[in-house]
């Protein structure tokens, strides 16, 4: 059974930093990609940031280039994002998502976690 | 950046009957579109992709066409656990993805 678990969230001020992760089981994780998919309160879902399945290549919405990076660790089974100079509207539930399409880029996502939520107050 | 723009915004119908609902790409997606559905306080569940691949699990009831710009997704006969939140999603050439704004579909 694909199992994907997050953690990380939590309340924060405007500026600083989080880190997430997401554990991964059930399936042979070096071999999809996978992304961050968020949804902030009452709104619709917003695509992240993505990887490919070795690593070697990522990929960002334009809201979160330059503050937001994704990584992974395949000899661990989990997925990263690291957040900093977070700001009021990156207030949000993050789900971590796996890639249905078996290619090294992310195009759908078959399995999702429950989502973590980050809150970014003051 | 491509935009998915998805009509209506909400949709009132009643068990039994068909809904058909619309996603309009700013520009040639190909057939890389999928469909998700979301209830409150869950996470999204994948129901078509490939814009007319239905996902493992999903019922006949749900059927996805289109290429191009212009895709719908059909529910033939709705049933009480189909009234939710159905979000369209596209991947493009250079490796960004995005979702579309959502249709609620309602009683």
């Known amino acids: 059974e694909v199992q994907l678990v997050e953690s990380g969230g939590g309340l924060v001020q405007p500026g600083g930093s989080l880190r997430l992760s997401c554990a991964a089981s059930?399936?042979?994780?070096?071999?999809?990609?996978m992304s961050w998919v968020r949804q902030a309160p009452g709104k619709g879902l917003e695509w992240v940031s993505g990887?490919?399945?070795?690593?070697?290549?990522?990929y960002s919405a334009d809201s979160v280039k330059g503050r937001f990076t994704i990584s992974r660790d395949n000899s661990k089974n989990t997925l990263y994002l690291q957040m900093s100079s977070l700001r009021v509207e990156d207030t949000a539930i993050y789900y971590c998502?796996?890639?249905?399409?078996?290619?090294?880029?992310?195009?759908?996502?078959?399995?999702w976690g429950q989502g973590t939520l980050v809150t970014v107050s003051s | 950046e491509i935009v998915l723009t998805q009509s209506p915004a909400t949709l009132s119908l009643s068990p039994g009957e068909r809904a058909t609902l619309s996603c309009r790409a700013s520009?040639?997606?190909?057939?890389?579109l999928a469909w998700y559905q979301q209830k409150p306080g869950q996470a999204p569940r994948l129901l078509i992709y490939?814009?007319?691949n239905r996902a493992t699990g999903i019922p006949a009831r749900f059927s996805g066409s289109g290429s191009g710009t212009d895709f719908t997704l059909t529910i033939s006969s709705l049933e009480p656990e189909d009234f939710a939140v159905y979000y369209c999603?596209?991947?493009?050439?250079?490796?960004?993805?995005?979702f579309g704004g959502g249709t609620k579909v309602e009683i």
């Open positions: 520009q040639s997606v190909s057939s890389y």
């Open positions: 999603q596209q991947r493009s050439n250079w490796g960004a993805l995005a």
């Open positions: 990887i490919s399945d070795r690593g070697g290549r990522t």
């Open positions: 059930g399936f042979n994780f070096n071999s999809y990609a």
């Open positions: 998502a796996k890639d249905g399409a078996g290619i090294a880029a992310p195009y759908y996502f078959d399995y």
């Open positions: 490939d814009a007319s």
